[in-house]
C-alpha cells in the first residue's frame, strides 16, 4: 500500500489570536474571520464541507452538521511568528529562542562588513514594505548598481535589485554571501532574493525570489527519506529547509501554479509527502493590508479544492493548514501571531472528527510520521492519528 499525504500550507492563514498575542503586538488580529467581516463574508464551500466553519466562526463559513473531515486549530509554541519558525515547528522543532529581528534596521558594522564582501554599498537599512522600497529607491539603485537591503518585523535580511541591473545570479550571490555573515548573534531565519523589474514608477517585483534560510536540525522531512520515502516540496519548502530534507522540488511562481504543480505530482506514483506552499495569501495580500484581495485569493483555492479531492487515491490523506497569520485588516502589514486551522481529509479516515485545540504544529509532523509509518525521535508533537483511525 502506497500512503501518501498532501500537505498544504496557506500561507499566513491564521485562525485567531493566539494566547500570547498580546507578547507580539497582536491583540484582536484574526485573519480569516476579520478578512470575512471585511469582505461581506467568505465563500469558501468546500473548505466548509472538510470543516473549516467548525473551528471558527467565519462570516459565510457554514458549520456543518456532519463535516467530510476532521477539523481543529493549532496553537505555536515556538518563539516568533514567521515562515521558517512556523513550518520548522510542523516538521517537530520548536524553537525556544526567537531569530533576531532588526526594528531600526541592521547594525551599521554588519552592513559595513556586507559592504566590504560584495565590493559595492547599500541602501536602504531599514524595515519596510517591499513595494515601498523600491518604488522609493529603485532608480537610485538603478543609477549606482547599489542593492537594496531592508527587513521587516519578521526575522529577514532581505535584497532587492532590478533584473537588469544585478543579474539574478549576481543577487544571488550576494545572498549567499549575506547567509554566510549572518550567524550567531544575527542568524536571521531567511536572507531573501527580492528581483524587479520595470521602469521607475512601475516596478513590479517577479517571481525569481529565493529564500536562503538556517539549516536546520533533524526533522520529520529527514526521517522520512531515510525511510526509503519521497518528499515533494512545491513552492518555497526546499528554501525553508535549506535545501535539507526536500528529495524532488517544484518551485512555483503564484498560487494556481502550486495548485497545478500539487496536481500534476499527485498523478505519479509515490510513497511519502506532497509538502506544498502557497505564498500569494501572505505575499500579495496580507502584507500589503489587501482583505478583498485575500477573501478573492482563499475563493479561488477553494474553487479549486475539488480537483485536488478528486486527484486523491484511498490511501491519500489531505492536511490543509497554515504557519502563521497576518490579518490584512490589522494597522500593521507583519505577521500575526494566530491558531492555524488543521483539516485533514481521507476517504479511509473518520468524518466529522474534532481534533480540538492542539498543543504545538509539531502534532501535525508526528500525525504524518504516523500515518507513513515512518519512525522518529527527539522531537516534539504528539500524532492524532488514532483518532482518525476507524
Same mark, same amino acid.
Given at each position: ?57 467565519? *462570516? ?9 473531515? /476532521? ?31 532588526? *526594528? ?6 554588519? @552592513? ?23 518604488? $522609493? ?5 538603478? $543609477? ?9 518585523? !519578521?526575522?529577514?535580511?532581505?535584497? /532587492? /535589485?532590478?533584473?537588469?541591473?544585478? *543579474? ?80 524532488? %522540488?517544484?518551485?512555483?511562481?503564484? %498560487?494556481?501554479?502550486? @495548485? ?8 505519479? $506514483? ?11 495569501? !501572505? ?30 487515491? !484511498? ?54 510520521? !504516523?500515518?507513513?509509518?515512518? /519512525? ?15
Amino acid at each position: 500500500m502506497r500512503r501518501r499525504v498532501i500537505l498544504i500550507v496557506l500561507d499566513s492563514v491564521g485562525i485567531g489570536a493566539g494566547p500570547d498575542c498580546e507578547l507580539y503586538g497582536d491583540k484582536g488580529c484574526s485573519t480569516l474571520k476579520n478578512t470575512a467581516l471585511v469582505a461581506g463574508g467568505l465563500n469558501l464551500p468546500n473548505l466548509a464541507v472538510l470543516g473549516l466553519g467548525n473551528i471558527e466562526e467565519i *462570516p459565510g463559513v457554514k458549520p456543518q452538521a456532519q463535516a467530510a473531515g /476532521a477539523y481543529g486549530k493549532m496553537q505555536e509554541r515556538s518563539k516568533g511568528k514567521d515562515t521558517t519558525t512556523g513550518h520548522w515547528e510542523m516538521m517537530g522543532l520548536v524553537l525556544q529562542q526567537a531569530f533576531p529581528t532588526y *526594528p531600526k534596521g541592521f547594525p551599521l558594522e554588519l @552592513i559595513r562588513e556586507y559592504e566590504l564582501r560584495i565590493g559595492r554599498r547599500t541602501l536602504g537599512n531599514k524595515v519596510a514594505s517591499g513595494t515601498e522600497i523600491i518604488a $522609493e529607491l529603485g532608480s537610485e539603485h538603478m $543609477e549606482t548598481g547599489y542593492p537594496i537591503v531592508y527587513t521587516s518585523a !519578521d526575522s529577514v535580511f532581505q535584497i /532587492a /535589485a532590478h533584473e537588469d541591473i544585478i *543579474p539574478l545570479e549576481k543577487l544571488y550571490e550576494m545572498c549567499r554571501v549575506a547567509r554566510e555573515m549572518l550567524t550567531g548573534e544575527h542568524a536571521v531565519g531567511r536572507v531573501i532574493a527580492r528581483p524587479f523589474i520595470g521602469e521607475p514608477g512601475s516596478f513590479v517585483r517577479t517571481a525569481h525570489r529565493h529564500d536562503f534560510s538556517l539549516q536546520p536540525d533533524k526533522n520529520v522531512l529527514d526521517f522520512i527519506l531515510e525511510a526509503g520515502q519521497e518528499v515533494i516540496g512545491i513552492g518555497k519548502i526546499k528554501d525553508i529547509f535549506a535545501g535539507c530534507g526536500v528529495s524532488q %522540488n517544484y518551485p512555483t511562481e503564484n %498560487n494556481q501554479d502550486g @495548485i497545478n504543480k500539487i496536481l500534476k505530482v499527485m498523478q505519479e $506514483e509515490f510513497k511519502g509527502l506532497i509538502f506544498a506552499n502557497l505564498v500569494d495569501f !501572505d505575499q500579495l495580500w496580507g502584507h500589503r493590508n489587501d482583505a478583498h484581495g485575500y477573501a478573492k485569493a482563499l475563493e479561488e483555492f477553494d474553487r479549486r479544492l475539488p480537483e485536488i479531492l478528486l486527484k486523491m487515491k !484511498d490511501e491519500d490523506i489531505l492536511i490543509i493548514t497554515a504557519d502563521h497569520g497576518c490579518d490584512p485588516t490589522t494597522p500593521g502589514t507583519d505577521h500575526t501571531r494566530e491558531y492555524v486551522p488543521l483539516l485533514v481529509y481521507g476517504k479511509n479516515l473518520q468524518k466529522d472528527v474534532n481534533l480540538g485545540t492542539r498543543e504545538s504544529f509539531a502534532d501535525l509532523g508526528a500525525t504524518v510520521a !504516523d500515518y507513513l509509518q515512518v /519512525a522518529v525521535s527527539g522531537l516534539a508533537g504528539q500524532s492524532f492519528l488514532k483518532e482518525l483511525s476507524k
